[in-house]
């Protein structure tokens, strides 16, 4: 019976989320139908559901999703309907949009550095997590939390990059030896206290998340500190052409077995999932305007949805669909991508390998760009777009 009724709410629950969201079988009858003068943004609704669920299932601990990889309203709806109730959010905008949205989400203001403003209002808004790497952050929180006891802060930590594709080292985060003092200063102050940490973006090594685990483990037994939570962050991957990492459960398997090991099974354990959990999910559709040789002009690119594409040169699963003409075989050729603006910075760091018959009016799908696709775009020169739209199968396109 129970598993009936969370089952029907489940299926409210989507029906709300995918309200006002325009729905189609496939990408191709979508822009035939759109006829979009910009880039289209693709939701795959049962993608987005299967991650959550990934994670809340294969995950030891509390899932956190960190807004900041994709914010569209559908998608953050989606993810409410598949179970997420905790949010990773950086900002004061990302609480009070995530707030007004869901008025029964607990967020967590995980950015180690943020001004009084954003501190108080996101105190007054019910946040209670907050982390920093200093005691100046320290003395910011304690102050306009109005010297709070409820608080739960958690210390961030500088680890080591070593596997991430994309390093987030050298800006954030105390080292382990400053980590004792800040962490019985936070102690005096607050209800709970914690450590988190981020391996990089796109961790390719699970060893990473384990030596961090066990050099944390290492410090505390050293100094006598006790802690309440602990937070592995974000940083897990997601399958690109030319990154082929192990199975998400390998990582969760690998957290689960040092975390006992460490004797930290007892404490509240946090993760924050951006990329993994909303890459597949997405795709973004971009049109050729204009081909001139080898070199393609598209209607986006390093400004708006293809930033990881232009600037880091990372290979994504791309697919050509042929606007108005058969999808005949043809060879591939190296192909020079640049961007609408007219920045000439604005363009693809590598070549792309496309069908040799490729012309204006054509569609390059992108896919896996369910994750900083949407949540990067800017507005320079007008070029941007808030074409969104969901992709089902047939058999549950309703």
Not at 52 to 81: E, I, V
Not at 184 to 213: D, M, P, W
Not at 260 to 275: A, H, N, S
Not at 362 to 384: C, E, K, S
Request: proline fraction near 4%; include cysteine; charged fraction near 20%.
């Amino acid at each position: 019976m129970q598993l009936l009724q969370d089952y029907e709410g489940y299926v409210a629950d989507r029906e709300q989320a995918l309200a006002g969201l325009r729905r189609y079988e496939n990408e191709a009858t979508a822009l035939e139908i759109e006829q979009s003068n910009d880039a289209v943004h693709f939701l795959y609704i049962n993608e987005i559901a299967e991650a959550a669920s990934r994670f809340l299932n294969g995950f030891p601990g509390t899932c956190l999703y960190a807004a900041k990889a994709n914010p569209h309203p559908a998608l953050l709806r989606l993810l409410w309907a598949a179970g997420i109730r905790h949010f990773e959010v950086a900002s004061i905008r990302e609480i009070e949009e995530l707030s007004a949205a869901f008025p029964l989400a607990q967020l967590y203001f995980m950015h180690p550095v943020k001004s009084r403003q954003a501190i108080n209002r996101a105190y007054a808004l019910g946040v209670r997590h907050f982390a920093f790497d200093s005691l100046e952050e320290l003395r910011k929180i304690k102050q306009e939390t109005g010297h709070a006891e409820d608080l739960s802060l958690m210390l961030r930590l500088s680890v080591s990059q070593v596997g991430a594709a994309y390093p987030l080292d050298n800006k954030f985060g105390a080292t382990l030896m400053e980590a004792p003092l800040l962490l019985t200063h936070a102690r005096q102050i607050a209800e709970k206290v914690g450590v988190t940490f981020h391996v990089g973006s796109q961790c390719l090594e699970i060893e990473a998340y384990v030596n961090a685990i066990y050099n944390i483990a290492n410090m505390l037994d050293g100094c006598g500190v006790e802690i309440d939570m602990l937070d592995v962050g974000g940083g897990f991957p997601v399958s690109y052409p030319d990154m082929e990492p192990a199975p998400l459960q390998d990582y969760f398997d690998a957290i689960q077995k040092t975390l006992v090991e460490c004797g930290f099974d007892t404490l509240e354990i946090f993760c924050e999932p951006g990329r993994a959990m909303v890459a597949a999910g997405g795709a973004v559709a971009v049109r050729v305007e204009l081909r001139r040789g080898q070199s393609l002009y598209l209607n986006d690119g390093t400004y708006g949805a293809l930033f990881d594409a232009g600037q880091l040169g990372w290979a994504y699963p791309v697919e050509l669909y042929r606007s108005g003409r058969l999808n005949a075989p043809s060879e591939s050729t190296q192909f020079q991508l640049y961007g609408p603006t007219c920045d000439s910075i604005d363009k693809m760091k590598d070549h792309l390998a496309l069908p040799d018959d490729v012309c204006e009016g054509d569609w390059i799908i992108f896919r896996h760009l369910g994750a900083y696709g949407y949540a990067m775009q800017t507005r320079f020169n007008g070029f941007y777009s808030e074409t969104m739209v969901g992709i089902e199968s047939p058999a549950e396109f309703a």
